[in-house]
Every structure is written in C-alpha cells, then in structure tokens.
C-alpha cells in the first residue's frame, strides 16, 4: 500500500502560480497512475489532472487544461502539480491519489493524502 503526502498549498493571488507537491511512498510508486483531485466547500471531489506510470499519458480537466501541468520524478517518488494563471474559482482542498489508468481513463484507488488548501483571492 502506498501513503501520499501533499505539499505546497498557500494562499496566491489571483494570476499567480503554485506548484503542488505529492510524496509517494511504497513499493508500487513506479507502476502506479497518480491523480490530483480537489474539492472545493460544498462541491464534490472533482478529478483535475493525472498521469500515466511512465509519464506517457498526462490528461486534465477541461477547466485547468493550459494552465496546470502535471509531472513526476520516479527516481524521488514525487509527482507535481504546476498551477499558473490561478484563478478564485481553483479555491480547493487539492489532494494527490494513487490508482490505474486504463487507456486513457483513471480510476482512483484507496490511498489519499491528506490534502494541501489552496486559496486564490480576486
């Protein structure tokens, strides 16, 4: 079982930039999809971004797409979340996920971290 820990949350104004960071632990790091999920205060979970084991396969939500990026380090088991032009409504409780991508759709599995708050202010 892998355990994830987010890093890099603050509080930016809004155009800014923030870059998230998600530390895996685990045997399984190389060999799993890492997601970045956010929930905002009375909304649900919503699926921002993710990336293929290798990095082959980046995919994100129609409403960051151009401005975050997704990567990963294999060699520190560390995936990341670059977040430019930073908008109030990415206001959210941002949280990393280990699961499966399955030609081109993820599928999240059982371990979350905590979760890192990001706040953009107009």
């Known amino acids: 079982q892998v355990q994830l820990v987010e890093s890099g949350g603050g509080l930016v104004q809004a155009g800014g930039s923030l870059r998230l960071s998600c530390a895996v632990s685990g045997s399984t790091f190389s060999s799993s999809a890492i997601g970045w999920y956010r929930q905002a205060p009375g909304k649900q979970r919503e699926l921002v971004a993710f990336?293929?084991?290798?990095?082959?396969?980046?995919k994100y939500d129609d409403s960051v797409k151009g401005r975050f990026t997704i990567s990963r380090d294999n060699a520190k088991n560390a995936v990341y979340l670059q977040m430019n032009s930073l908008k109030p409504e990415d206001t959210a409780v941002y949280s990393c996920n280990a699961g499966t991508n399955v030609s081109g759709t993820y599928y999240s599995g059982g371990s979350w971290g905590p979760g890192t708050q990001v706040t953009v202010s107009s």
């Open positions: 990336i293929s084991p290798r990095g082959l396969v980046k």
